[in-house]
């Protein structure tokens, strides 16, 4: 079974610091992606950044970036220069390469102080 | 095209009651996804459609949910004899392909009184 786990329910960060988002997850498949997505109060999801389980290099999306560690099945999300706007609830997500389902954690609520 | 639209944004029913959401993906995407999401957890999959056919359904979609996509465009998802536990976001979400992420809609709130 595939399960995704979040384990800060809560984080906060100083504007402009840099703050991380861990995600683990548990598998026994080798070909598969993981997300992060942004929920704003209220707002839809969004997709943040995408990684290829296949690829060693950590996906880079502006102020995000990604750890990705395949054999300890660890994906934190790393935001730098932290903004009001980064401020929401961010879901770690798993997809099997050839699945349709997405497998979410619980989510982290980030509160970025001014 | 706007995005993902969902509508209505909030539903109140009463218990026993009969409610019906609707989903209007990304013209273009041919894949059609429904979550449901409770307060303190992720989005959990419901069913999903590839064009009409409905391809995958959780065993989370109880026989008092029915999900329809009627020409591969906008779907439906219909819960009947509405119970409490049923309160939660409903999410639809719409791709082109199975590669990239999904584009989320802005969800249905229903609230089961």
């Excluded at chain 2, 409610?19 to 013209?27: E, G, H, K, M």
């Excluded at chain 2, 059609?32 to 959780?58: D, V």
Aim: glycine residues 6%.
């Amino acid at each position: 079974a595939q399960t995704v786990t979040q384990s800060q329910p809560e984080m906060s960060v100083q504007e402009a610091e840099t703050v991380t988002l861990s995600c683990t997850y548990d598998t026994s498949e080798s070909d598969y992606y993981l997300f992060w997505y942004k929920q704003p109060p209220s707002r839809q999801m969004i997709l943040v950044i995408r990684q290829e389980a296949y690829k060693q290099q950590n996906a880079t999306e502006n102020r995000f970036s990604v750890n990705f560690q395949k054999a300890a099945k660890s994906f934190s999300l790393k935001i730098s220069d932290s903004q009001l706007g980064d401020a929401a609830m961010y879901f770690c997500a798993y997809r099997v390469y050839t699945g349709n389902q997405f497998y979410f954690g619980t989510g982290t609520s980030l509160t970025v102080i001014p | 095209d706007t995005g993902v639209s969902q509508n209505p944004r909030h539903k109140i029913t009463k218990r026993g009651q009969n409610v019906t959401f609707r989903c209007d993906p990304i013209s273009e995407h041919n894949r059609l996804y429904w979550y449901r999401q409770t307060l303190g957890q992720g989005p959990e999959f419901l069913t999903y459609f590839q064009n009409e056919a409905q391809l995958e359904k959780s065993r989370l979609l109880s026989d008092r949910f029915s999900a329809e996509r009627p020409k591969g465009s906008f779907s439906t998802l219909e819960i009947q004899r509405t119970e409490q536990g049923d309160s939660a976001m409903y999410l639809c979400a719409s791709s082109l392909d199975s590669i990239y992420g999904y584009t989320f809609g802005s969800g249905t709130r229903l609230t089961v009184v």
